[in-house]
């Protein structure tokens, strides 16, 4: 009997708790109403919506905070933000924890910063998860928008070559992580494309543009006469580690505004409608057809690589660590 009341006692008192621990529990709205005035129509847009975390490291008040230098930075490229919505969400303590999903060592030696869709980072199955339960399903447009979730413990995880030739699996925390499309491709499902994790409390306007950069732009860390690595450094390019917030344009430029433009996430309002740019239609790798210009142009400044073995440079930095950019 003892037994029974307090199988009794514990399902009133923890039971409740059992459901709220499998599900996202919705503990409020911010009011986003004031944060949108001087959108122009007919201008390119991104759609943010925020799914801060009621036991994460980032606070609604550093968002707002950091709004408008990061528009200040895309502004020259014609790019606004719309803030589409924003909450305040409880979840289960371990979706907050993201491990890499290690997948198999590069084959043939082909590790590249751009990978083709046959050599794409795999998704961990328990982060899509976690990130499909986040977003829900809101219908027309969710897709499209940039979904920034606080969580608190997200690593990225890659690919090096030991000096007696043995690969290794390295892994790091991160501060923010874009998920870009040119890394995950098709294993990233179009629901969870747009997520960009954070995870410090110190981010910067600087780091969410340069995380949205990995997004929109779809490139690594590079810059005007830089190639993409995995750690780079320089005073003036927003896509490579230093203070830069310059997104250049034109083949020295590595065709950044103009990919930017072409990001399948934004949007122009005409006449009252949005009309979003083409989908992507390899996936998003970086030679995505999506931006083939004509038969003989195209805004990518590297050259598809063919199958023949080349070697590594290894993948460490592909996504930021810790020691990112601020
Ligand atoms: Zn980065």
């Not at 998860?129 to 027309?140: C, L, S, T």
């Not at 923010?176 to 306007?205: D, E, H, Q, W």
């Not at 927003?238 to 930017?260: D, W």
Request: charge should be positive; glycine fraction near 10%; include cysteine.
């Amino acid at each position: 009997m003892k037994v029974f009341l307090f199988a009794v006692v514990a399902a009133l008192l923890f039971g409740p708790l059992a459901c709220a621990q499998d599900k996202v529990v919705h503990k409020l709205d911010y009011d986003v109403s004031g944060l949108n005035q001087g959108l122009v129509a007919n201008r390119l847009t991104c759609d943010l919506q925020f799914h801060l975390t009621k036991d994460g490291n980032v606070t609604w008040e550093t968002v707002v905070e950091r709004l408008p230098k990061l528009r200040e930075i895309f502004e020259p490229a014609g790019i606004q933000f719309r803030v589409a919505s924003a909450r305040l969400i409880e979840i289960p303590d371990a979706w907050h924890t993201h491990t890499p999903k290690r997948g198999d060592p590069p084959s043939n030696e082909r590790t590249w910063f751009y990978p083709t869709p046959a050599d794409m980072k795999p998704l961990a199955p328990a982060t899509e998860r976690v990130f499909k339960a986040v977003i829900g399903d809101k219908g027309p447009g969710a897709e499209l928008s940039v979904h920034f979730i606080s969580l608190r413990s997200v690593q990225t995880g890659w690919w090096e070559r030991d000096s007696d030739g043995k690969w290794r699996y390295e892994t790091a925390a991160t501060g923010a992580c874009s998920f870009p499309p040119y890394l995950f491709g098709k294993n990233m499902p179009a629901r969870v494309r747009g997520v960009i994790t954070l995870s410090s409390k110190r981010l910067s306007s600087r780091t969410f543009a340069h995380e949205l950069g990995h997004k929109l732009i779809n490139v690594s860390h590079e810059g005007v006469g830089k190639a993409p690595k995995g750690e780079q450094w320089g005073g003036d390019d927003l896509m490579i580690y230093g203070n830069g917030t310059r997104i250049p344009s034109g083949a020295k430029g590595r065709f950044q505004v103009e990919r930017l433009k072409r990001s399948p996430f934004l949007y122009r309002t005409v006449a009252g409608k949005r009309q979003f740019n083409p989908p992507y239609r390899e996936g998003g790798h970086y030679w995505d057809p999506v931006y083939r210009i004509s038969a003989d142009r195209a805004l990518w400044a590297e050259t598809r690589p063919k199958r023949t073995p080349r070697k590594s440079q290894g993948l460490k930095g592909a996504l930021d660590s810790q020691a990112g950019p601020r």
